[in-house]
């Protein structure tokens, strides 16, 4: 099922600006060109045949974080993202070769292969807690290789893998049974996170079940335009789960908004995508039990669960619920913090300029904990707050909700 740059699509974006003020790459460069309106125009000069697949066109392309704030802001409905990803994959088809092949190939042979990655994040762990990484940072030696030391930055601390149990059963009347996503980089970085979203959903009333064989989504593979690779992993990801599932239940943003788009890019995914919920989603809907908290907490909007999939106020509504609780808004929340998947490897730069407004607003609201529903925000935000010395908790709203429940007890 080949999916086409729509036309119509493009052409119903009116150059009106409103996009303009809420796109990141615009704050940070202040170019026309690197605005949604000047990335549509781009795409339908080449979709129409007046402007070829040139390195320009595509660099403007690449330096888009895929945060889909204009289409939250287009008063159109242009679906930026979809248009995006197709562009992207007919770049990557018939286009020049992309800047950083070699250092992008290494990134997605690891980071969309569960395996691979559980082994290099073995590795972090002794590389941290040797002390060889204080090493490294000390003597500068990664100073002169921005990426890498992008990417240095980002891991404080690997935790030892918590395995969760093939079935997880429900407690007190059951709901539905629903299959949970373990994802990528959120099993071995914040395997916490997957047993608090197991707990919780069981509290609920629903039965958890989490496939061995499941792999990577494919979002990352979207986003850049990977079209093979995607629809396989999709196809795969959607074998792993059992067809008797009400529903599958994620804990990345990331994750979730591409797997709830699954039915526009292959037939073989759709009934997993339709199926798809975000676990702050379900949670929202179940009665927990929860005891206080005296803690002020801040909210990032990770962009693919506010812009991506529309839900904004369910995590909010949530964390109002634990007693004690003080939950102060944050300037921007749904500025990108410029993680973006790979981006802040790719492009530390913009990145990093990002990040600095993504801290200085949370500076703002004097929270000591941040409370963001997708890990690639968490690692980007930690990052930036050690960065900065400041002594605050970075966490997913589930942990927060799952010490709540403990304190019920």
Sequence with gaps: MAVAVD???LRKCVHCGICVPQCPTFLVLGEEMDTPRGRLYLMRAVAE??????????RHLDLCLG???????????VPFGSLLEATRIQFRRDGPRARHRLFEAVLFALFTEPRRLGAVFAGVRFYRRSGLGRLVRTLGLLRPFARLAAMDALVADVPRPEPLPAVIPARGRRRARVGLLTGCVQRYLYPGVNRDTAELLALGGYEVVVPSAQGCCGALDLHAGREDAFRARARALAAAFPADLDLVVTNAAGCG?????????????ADLGAKTRDVLELLAEAELPLGPLELTVTYHDACHLAHGQRVRQEPRALLRRIPGLRLVELPDSDLCCGSAGVYNLLEPAIARDLLDRKVASI??????????????????IASGC????????????????????????
């Design 363 to 380: 500076v703002a609201t004097g929270a000591r904990v941040i409370a963001a529903a997708n890990p690639g925000c968490l690692l980007q």
């Design 257 to 269: 908004s591409a797997m709830k788009e699954y039915g526009r890019w292959l037939t073989e995914a």
């Design 7 to 9: 036309l119509e699509a």
């Design 49 to 58: 045949g007046r402007l070829g697949l040139t390195e320009t066109v595509g």
């Design 67 to 77: 945060c889909r704030a204009c289409e939250t802001a287009c008063p159109s409905g």
């Design 386 to 409: 050690r960065a900065r010395g400041l002594d605050v908790e970075v966490v997913h709203p589930v942990e927060l909700l799952a010490r709540a429940a403990a304190r019920s007890r």
